[in-house]
């Protein structure tokens, strides 16, 4: 049972530059949710679902993209990257709230 | 938005000691958890609180929801090395409204 998998671990961009965060969990969870997370700071929310093709904006959703085509998968995607968006991301998932989390992308832009 | 005011923000104890921390907010919210996090690590869930008043324990932790449903308590009683890490409250906003908001987290040292 692998729980809440994110992929990659590490990641350095360069402004400008898109990506995708890739988050996967095996426990048929409908909820799933993105947070950052900021030296001295709690998580924020960016966004989250409450299941396949259903999602919302969270606390601070500006730069990032999300879909949930699928239960198990629920990608964040930077579109242009920004040296504000360097952080440490957590995926998430649940019944109905954040229950088990990843272990984190840490993400630099310079 | 809705701010959550976790404190405090570090404490060090002697093992064996009891810890209190606490969140309080100016917004009510539908779901009090609390969660634990290690260097490296995502949070892991503690305890999760659905209902005002509601008092309940995990091991030697003890969570409340507050009557208010503005505010919720975390106890650890005799507290042993192995409760290091930053603990974390966070609050669902209303029923049926999925967002989350977290506080600052309460980083705790025990020593030996």
């Known amino acids: 049972n692998a729980g809440v998998t994110q992929t990659p671990k590490f990641q350095v961009l360069k402004t400008g530059q898109s990506m995708t965060l890739q988050c996967a969990q095996d426990?048929?969870?409908?909820?799933m949710s993105w947070y950052r997370q900021d030296p001295g700071m709690g998580l924020r929310l960016i966004h989250y679902s409450v299941g396949a093709g259903i999602t919302d904006q969270g606390e601070v959703p500006n730069g990032y993209n999300v879909s949930r085509s699928t239960t198990e998968d629920f990608p964040l995607r930077l579109l242009s990257a920004a040296p504000s968006q360097t952080s440490v991301y957590f995926c998430?998932?649940?019944?109905?709230?954040?229950?088990?989390f990843g272990d984190g992308t840490r993400l630099s832009i310079l | 938005g809705q701010q959550l005011n976790q404190s405090p923000q570090s404490m060090f104890i002697q093992e064996g000691e009891d810890v209190s921390m606490n969140c309080t907010s100016s917004?009510?919210?539908?779901?009090w958890l609390w969660y634990k996090q290690d260097p490296g690590e995502g949070p892991v869930l503690l305890i999760a609180l659905y209902k005002a008043g509601e008092l309940t324990s995990n091991g030697r932790l003890t969570a409340q929801f507050g009557i208010t449903r503005k505010d919720s308590f975390l106890n650890i009683s005799a507290s042993i090395p192995s409760d290091v890490g930053i603990y974390f409250c966070?609050?669902?906003?209303?029923?049926?409204?999925?967002?989350?908001?977290f506080g600052a987290g309460t980083r705790l040292t025990v020593k030996p």
């Open positions: 917004s009510i919210f539908n779901t």
């Open positions: 998430a998932s649940g019944i109905n709230q954040p229950q088990h």
């Open positions: 426990m048929n969870h409908e909820y």
């Open positions: 966070a609050g669902q906003l209303s029923p049926g409204n999925n967002d989350m908001r």
